[in-house]
């Protein structure tokens, strides 16, 4: 009995070591969330359903040892430094970071598609043409508890656990005028909360978007690309930049309008990222005449939500259909200012523009 109970306790040291060792290692362990998921996003932000699914196998690619040094600062991107290895360099402005890769955009989308499936992510969309993918809502479960219990029969019981998070990245990818490629990952995060005194219910809130989480699959993206894991490290973690100025809300001309003490280059790449962060669909874009594309739905305000955010995953007959604008950048020097534009082109003046204009200005402070 005695020599029972001490391989029994034993056991539960070894356990308990091995769950503090996972606790210690890697905290990223993404599961895509069920499709049967009633997450919700805000009504006036919710993505269109799209039909290209993407299912490919992940592969493997060998990190190849490249050395480290320090790159030129490329033109157009005063304030914004810069660590090149090989042929990928991760940029850096304020909080914001983003590789730039010195490869046509056509042979990293594959190479992308693949890592996040690797990382344990569906793709919701995916569309080349525009350089745009995004994963669907998953779970960290590097987040749960390795407590005794989940150690010994969790993994037999996994759904019963949650974290009560949920997290989606979107991947941009842009060409440069040198025939390379810039990409941005932007995350966005919900959380679940009680929504009754009695906490009975619950309902899917957002939560701020997460730089850290953002800078790690970049970093994790350069491992893929080539760069060892090392060095992919140690470029990250470099100290950020200076930040990025704020924006600030204007009217000129009786339309709504975010106004930016920077120059074009920064300007586009910061609205493009406020873009991705709060959930714009973006059709299409036209760096040269400083322009996204997107869809926008409205919110209703004669019908009752049940919460701050509608369905993402079950749709609705009745649902507000969307509408098509333009967001655009204007510089002059190193001022910026950025407005909506109807589908035809002309200025818009309308409530809905209003709202476009106080989102993005939000997402830029």
């Known amino acids: 009995m005695k020599a029972a109970t001490t391989r029994l306790g034993l056991l539960a040291l070894a356990m308990a070591l091995s769950a503090c060792a996972a606790l210690e290692g890697d905290k990223i362990d993404y599961k895509s969330a069920a499709k049967g998921s009633t997450l919700e996003v805000p009504p006036d932000l919710t993505q269109l359903s799209r039909d290209s699914r993407y ?7 060998s990190a190849a040892a490249l050395q480290a040094g320090q790159a030129a600062q490329p033109s157009g991107t005063a304030n914004a430094a810069a660590l090149q290895l090989g042929d990928v360099r991760i940029e850096r402005d304020g909080s914001q970071r983003w590789l730039v890769v010195n490869r046509p955009a056509d042979k990293l989308w594959e190479p992308v598609r ?13 569309d080349a043409n525009v350089g745009i993918m995004e994963t669907d809502w998953a779970e960290n479960r590097a987040k749960l508890p390795q407590d005794f219990i989940r150690s010994t029969i969790g993994k037999l019981m996994d759904s019963l656990y949650s974290t009560g998070e949920r997290d989606k990245f979107r991947t941009r990818l842009e060409r440069t005028a040198n025939g390379g490629t810039e990409i941005y990952i932007t995350h966005r995060g919900m959380i679940e909360v009680y929504n009754t005194q009695a906490k009975d219910n619950t309902i899917w809130q957002p939560r701020p978007s997460d730089p850290e989480l953002e800078t790690e699959f970049l970093r994790r993206l350069m491992v893929k690309l080539g760069v060892s894991q090392e060095q992919s490290k140690a470029v990250a973690a470099a100290p950020a930049a200076p930040r990025a100025q704020a924006a600030r809300m204007a009217t000129v001309g009786n339309q709504p309008v975010v106004q930016l003490d920077e120059g074009f280059d920064r300007a586009w790449r910061r609205v493009g990222l406020a873009l ?3 959930g714009f669909t973006v059709e299409d ?6 322009t996204y594309f997107v869809r926008y739905v409205a919110p209703n305000a004669d019908k ?8 993402l995953f079950s749709g609705s007959s009745a649902a507000t259909p969307p509408l098509k604008y333009r967001i655009v950048v ?12 109807n589908e035809a082109g002309a200025p818009e003046t309308s409530a809905n523009a209003e709202r476009i204009v106080r989102v993005i200005a939000d997402d830029l402070k």
């Open 55 to 61: 299912a490919v196998p992940g592969g493997t690619v």
């Open 114 to 126: 693949d890592f996040w499936q690797e990382n344990g992510f569906n793709l919701d969309q995916a």
């Open 276 to 278: 991705d962060r709060t």
């Open 285 to 290: 874009r036209n760096r040269n005449e400083g």
């Open 304 to 311: 009752k939500e049940p919460g701050f955010f509608g369905k």
């Open 330 to 341: 204007r510089s002059q020097g190193d001022a910026s200012t950025v407005s909506v534009l």
